[in-house]
Nanobody, 126 residues
Framework: QVQLVESGGGLVQAGGSLRLSCAASGRPFSNYAMGWFRQAPGKERDLVARISQSGKTLDYADSVKGRFTISRDNAKNTLYLQMNSLKPEDTAVYYC???????????????????WGQGTQVTVSS
């Protein structure tokens, strides 16, 4: 089992940047595919980005491509999400997720991810 704790959320103006971090503890971090979901008020919880166990394979939602970068440091047991050129529509609670499955067995589906953090709020003002 792995425990996930997000940090780095906050209030930022449109066009600004934030970096989210997710600290993992428990079983070896490098065993897990990782990702970020987000949920805006009244909307579904959607996958924003995911990264393979090695960090070599990445995938992004179309809405964040070119603006967000997911990365991981397996030595520090930490996942990151660098968010640039933020827009008001990026406002949401952001969740760190982990899956013990091989990367290519994960998906945009919430059920593909076994472990979830508590979430961190990101608010982008216009």
């Amino acid at each position: 089992q792995v425990q996930l704790v997000e940090s780095g959320g906050g209030l930022v103006q449109a066009g600004g940047s934030l970096r989210l971090s997710c600290a993992a503890s428990g079983r070896p971090f490098s065993n897990y595919a990782m990702g970020w979901f987000r949920q805006a008020p009244g909307k579904e919880r959607d996958l924003v980005a995911r990264i393979s166990q090695s960090g070599k394979t990445l995938d992004y939602a179309d809405s964040v491509k070119g603006r967000f970068t997911i990365s991981r440091d397996n030595a520090k047991n930490t996942l990151y999400l660098q968010m640039n050129s933020l827009k008001p529509e990026d406002t949401a609670v952001y969740y760190c997720v982990a899956s013990s499955r091989p990367y290519y067995y994960t998906s945009v589906s919430r059920s593909a991810w076994e472990y979830w953090g508590q979430g961190t709020q990101v608010t982008v003002s216009s």
